[in-house]
């Protein structure tokens, strides 16, 4: 069965960087692209980027340029989403979701990242 | 970006009852190929969001038939038939026929 499984709950000091992990199994990891997708306590859901696990091109929305790095390692069946220059207005869970023809099937658990002094 | 605007932001229900979430997009979903990539999803406290319907009106494997999707262009509706108490949650739709992929605010259904 299609599994996505993300790294533990990380607190970070405003500036700090995080690097969330999102391990895959039960399908083969370059035929899927991955989104990385996120909300903010009481808010909605906000789209971060796109990785394809095939050739590990990517895709940020605007919003996030310049501060956010999604890669893969074909080894591990493994995508990153790294966010730097965190500010309180980063704390939220991050999800990792499986993308296939404009819908997610599957989601990662999720994962807290808490900003704070 | 297509902006997906829900209502009721708030659904009280009573058990047994129908219940009726609506999703309007800010421009017409149909992709290029003609297919409509609207989707439904509901989310339980602490949980990640579980898809219930995609394309529209197709149900995910596992999903109660009690749940339907309908809805074309720029307006769609997820109906539940009979709400039963697991059903509590906040329901979602979003779109995949534009970049970037895009969320409603959420509805958030409660039992009466």
């Known amino acids: 069965q299609v599994q996505l499984v993300q790294s533990g709950a990380e607190v970070k000091k405003p500036g700090a960087s995080v690097k969330v992990s999102c391990k895959t199994s039960g399908y083969t990891f370059t035929d899927y692209e991955m989104d990385w997708v996120r909300q903010a306590p009481g808010q909605g859901h906000e789209w971060m980027g796109r990785?394809?696990?095939?050739?590990?091109?990517?895709h940020y929305a605007q919003k996030f340029q310049g501060r956010v790095t999604m890669t893969r390692d074909t080894s591990i069946s493994t995508v990153y989403m790294e966010l730097n220059r965190l500010t309180s207005d980063d704390t939220a869970v991050y999800y990792c979701?499986?993308?296939?023809?404009?819908?997610?099937?599957?989601w990662g658990q999720g994962t807290l990242v808490t900003v704070s002094s | 970006d297509v902006v997906m605007t829900q209502s009721p932001l708030s659904l009280p229900v009573t058990l047994g009852q129908p219940a009726s979430i609506s999703c309007r997009s800010s421009?017409?979903?149909?992709?290029?190929?003609?297919?409509?990539?609207l989707n439904w999803f509901q989310q339980r406290p602490g949980q990640s969001p579980r898809r219930l319907i995609y394309?529209?009106?197709n149900r995910d494997s596992g999903v109660p038939d009690r749940f339907s999707g309908s809805g074309s262009g720029t307006d769609f509706t997820l109906k539940i038939s009979r709400v039963e108490a697991e059903d509590v949650g906040v329901y979602y739709c979003m779109q995949g026929s534009h970049w970037p992929y895009t969320f409603g605010q959420g509805t958030k259904l409660e039992i009466k």
């Open positions: 394309e529209v009106s």
């Open positions: 979701a499986r993308d296939r023809m404009g819908s997610y099937e599957y």
């Open positions: 421009q017409s979903l149909v992709y290029s190929n003609g297919n409509t990539y």
């Open positions: 990785i394809k696990p095939n050739s590990g091109g990517t």
